[in-house]
């Protein structure tokens, strides 16, 4: 999901939260398989889950963590981003407060991602975090089936 700097970061911040522990990071590293990250493994033996991991990343990074469970996309929004920025930077939009475009990322740590927006969109965007699983959802009901089909991992650099 992150780098392997991100990671250890988070893994960090994780355990400095309370939400996991020493031991757990060294049961995680002997079950690891394959290419498959600590915080992969982590989540699929149940010691942790995606939610919290966002939200964790967002409390640290600054950003505000939005629960997208339930949350109605309006059509209008596909009018915002389109499908192909959306589909490359993983990022959906929420909405817009007046000029400030509202947009939700899974990684507040792509610099590269929060970088280039600015300049692809328009320069005012004010950024949200959530999980990988419900920002794909919430662009398969921005753009319908092309973004489900083409969205792909969700997995960050």
């Known amino acids: 999901m992150f780098s392997p700097k991100t990671e250890e970061l988070l893994l960090e911040q994780l355990q400095e939260s309370g939400l996991i522990t020493e031991r757990d990071v060294a049961h995680a590293r002997g079950a690891q398989k394959g290419d498959e990250s600590l915080l992969e493994t982590l989540t699929k033996t149940g010691v ?49 407060d007046g000029p400030t475009l509202q947009l939700v990322v899974s990684d507040p740590y792509d610099f590269e991602t929060l970088d280039a927006l600015p300049h692809i969109l328009q320069p005012d965007i004010e950024f949200f975090c959530s999980t990988p699983s419900l920002i794909k959802t919430l662009m398969a009901n921005i753009y319908g089936n092309e973004a489900v089909m083409g969205s792909g991992s969700f997995k960050t650099a």
């Open 48 to 96: 942790i889950n995606d939610e919290q991991i966002a939200q964790t990343v967002a409390v640290n990074s600054g950003m505000e963590y939005v629960d997208l469970h339930g949350y109605t996309a309006h059509q209008g929004l596909k009018d915002l981003v389109p499908l192909e920025v959306a589909m490359r930077y993983k990022v959906a939009p929420l909405g817009a």
